[in-house]
Every structure is written in structure tokens, then in C-alpha cells.
């Protein structure tokens, strides 16, 4: 076994805090157009850390959409947005055949799929079968037209939006589609003084249009990208700690009000989710409470409660509170 050097690891130190100093700058970019919603940016950024996708739920008019859009400006990334509808076809998003007469064949013209970060917009409002397209893009990162597979560009996210609220004109996500999302994210109302905030920053003439007009500029790029995650994937995990984890999720498989559990990819989600909330906040090591804090964002939109326990007003959130309070943390 090789052991480093002191300089060496001082090297390592200094390329840890650059990259995680660019995640920083990220998050304060991102406040030029949106205020307030810093736990659905720091979400954001655990999903391209972790190579996942995010379904953004919350009401019209939260800045879903913008947030998503500060986002990719903030990191230099290519943004494309589909907005989902009943007459949506497959080959609208991930790409189609197309016949050309001059050449007399077939050409394959690339859908909005190909792009570093695909807003899809009110993505419950698609028929199942539009969705369903969307299973081999979310995990293998790939498009498969006529027996030949296409790569998508590196890096890849799916940010998604719904709203809870209205459901008429809506198809209900499938549980296989949902357990691909990485992270379930819900964008609340602003508090008074973030919606101050907002109304000010409109009073003064900002554009949600016009992103550059507000000063938003990349911060961060491709190889702060790459050196953030090869960081996360040092982050150790006591075994204690793993236990932990993997209790929580086979917890939520045996609750009475719950149809359906959490899978092993939910604990392995919420494994790298906890790693890269810890680095985020300086750490190079998961405690208790990093997977605490992840559990509900990981584990929400996996869970499948029973119809009388919807009836009765239980939610997924609650039953994780449940299931939380119930496992023994470790030391």
C-alpha cells in the first residue's frame, strides 16, 4: 500500500475546497433571480453530484421553472425544456426517424433529450406511454431508435415539475418512474419577507426573461463538475451508519399504512445522497443525521401508502416521521 505524502494530501485538501467553494458560488448565483428556495438549489446540486434526477412538486408561480433555468446558467450548462402535454408523442422527446429524399434513407433527428439538463415540465400531464420513453433516458442515459443505442451528452439531469394541487387532465406517475428520480423536492410558498423580496426585486426591473440582465454568469463548469463528484465518492460511511440507512428503508416495507416500501435502489440513493450532503457542508465522513436529513427527499415519491391510509390524510412524509422516530440512531 502506497501511502501519501504530506503534499500530496494538501493537493487533495485544496481541490476538495475549490470545488466545494464552486458549489458555494452556485448557490448564491442562483439567489440573483430566486429568493429564498435555497434547500431545492442545494437539491438540485446533490442530484448532479450524484448523477440523479429531481421532480420538482409545488404550486404555480414558485419560480419552479426559473429556479431550474438560474441553474443551468449559474453552471454553463445546455438547457432544454419540453412542456409535457395530452398529444405528446414519444419520438417529441427522445428523437424520431426521419425520411430523407435526397439521400433515400433514414435519418435519426435528435429529440430535446439530448442535452446536459432536460426540464420537463408538468410531466403529469403526458400519457403514460409519452412517460414511459423517458425510463431508458433517466437510467441508462441512452435513446434506442431502430436497435441502435445513442448516448446522451455527460453531464445529464431530468429536473421535472408537477403540481399537487390540480389534478384534472393529470396521469399519475408509475411507481418505476418515480423510483428513477433521485430526489423528490417540494417548493413551497416564500415566506413574507422572501415575497418582499420577490416584489422588490420586480419593482426594480428585474426580467425573468432575461437572465442575463440579472448578472447570473457561470460559476462553476465541467471540471469543478467532475472534481465535486470524485470528492463525494471518497465521503466514508461507518458501518453503524449503513445499518442505519438500510433499517430505515426495510422500516418502511412493514409500516401498516404503506403499500409499498422503499426498493434497494431507494437505500442506495439515499446512501449517496447522505455522502454528498455531507460534503456540501465540509464533512468527509455521513453522521446519523445527514441521512436523517436526506430520508424524506430520498424516500417520499418511493413509498406507495395504502388507499384507506390516503383517505384518512396520511402522507408519506408522515410516515417517514414515523419511521424515523422508530429506528434507533446510532451512536
Same mark, same amino acid.
Given at each position: ?46 442530484? &448532479? ?38 398529444? &405528446? ?6 428523437? *424520431? ?7 433515400? %434513407? ?9 442535452? %446536459? ?10 400519457? $403514460? =406511454?409519452?412517460?414511459?420513453?423517458? &425510463? ?37 406517475? $408509475? ?10 423536492? #417540494? ?13 422588490? %426585486? ?8 432575461? &437572465?442575463?440582465?440579472?448578472? +447570473?454568469?457561470?460559476? /462553476? ?6 472534481? /465535486? ?6 465521503? #466514508? ?19 401498516? *399504512? ?9 437505500? #442506495?440513493?439515499?446512501?449517496?445522497? *447522505? =455522502? ?11 453522521? @446519523?443525521?445527514?441521512?436523517? +436529513?436526506? /430520508? ?19 402522507? @408519506? ?11 434507533? #440512531?446510532?451512536?
Amino acid at each position: 500500500m502506497v501511502e501519501l505524502t504530506p503534499d500530496v494530501d494538501a493537493a487533495r485538501i485544496d481541490e476538495d475546497q475549490a470545488a466545494r467553494a464552486a458549489f458555494d458560488r452556485l448557490r448564491l448565483e442562483v439567489a440573483k433571480a430566486v429568493v429564498g428556495q435555497d434547500g431545492v438549489v442545494a437539491g438540485l446540486a446533490i442530484a &448532479l453530484l450524484c448523477q440523479g434526477h429531481v421532480l420538482l412538486e409545488g404550486p404555480p408561480g414558485v419560480a419552479k421553472t426559473l429556479l431550474v433555468r438560474a441553474f443551468s446558467a449559474a453552471l454553463s450548462l445546455d438547457m432544454k425544456r419540453v412542456q409535457f402535454t395530452p398529444d &405528446l408523442m414519444p419520438g417529441d422527446v427522445t428523437g *424520431s426517424l426521419i425520411y430523407d429524399p435526397r439521400g433515400a %434513407n433514414f435519418q435519426f433527428r435528435e429529440g430535446p433529450v439530448f442535452t %446536459n439538463l432536460l426540464l420537463a415540465d408538468e410531466i403529469n400531464r403526458t400519457p $403514460p =406511454k409519452t412517460q414511459a420513453a423517458l &425510463l431508458e433516458v433517466m437510467e441508462e442515459r441512452q435513446v434506442s431508435v431502430d436497435g441502435v443505442a445513442r448516448r446522451l451528452p455527460e453531464p445529464f439531469l431530468v429536473a421535472a415539475t408537477q403540481n399537487p394541487i390540480e389534478h384534472e387532465g393529470t396521469y399519475p406517475l $408509475p411507481e418505476a418512474q418515480l423510483d428513477r428520480f433521485l430526489l423528490k423536492l #417540494t417548493v413551497p410558498l416564500p415566506s413574507r419577507d422572501e415575497e418582499l423580496g420577490v416584489v422588490r %426585486n420586480h419593482h426594480v426591473g428585474f426580467d425573468p426573461r432575461d &437572465l442575463r440582465a440579472a448578472g +447570473i454568469g457561470p460559476v /462553476a463548469g465541467p471540471a469543478e463538475l467532475m472534481l /465535486a463528484r470524485e470528492q463525494v465518492r471518497k465521503v #466514508t460511511v461507518a458501518d453503524g451508519v449503513l445499518a442505519y440507512l438500510v433499517d430505515l428503508c426495510r422500516a418502511t416495507r412493514t409500516t401498516p *399504512s404503506v403499500e409499498l416500501g422503499a426498493s434497494p435502489r431507494g437505500a #442506495t440513493s439515499l446512501l449517496n445522497t *447522505s =455522502k454528498a450532503w455531507a460534503w456540501l457542508a465540509g464533512r468527509q465522513f455521513v453522521t @446519523p443525521d445527514d441521512v436523517k +436529513i436526506m /430520508a424524506r427527499p430520498t424516500l417520499r415519491h418511493r413509498l406507495r401508502l395504502r388507499p384507506e391510509a390516503e383517505l384518512e390524510g396520511v402522507t @408519506p412524509d408522515a410516515v417517514l416521521d414515523t419511521v424515523l422516530a422508530g429506528v434507533p #440512531t446510532p451512536r
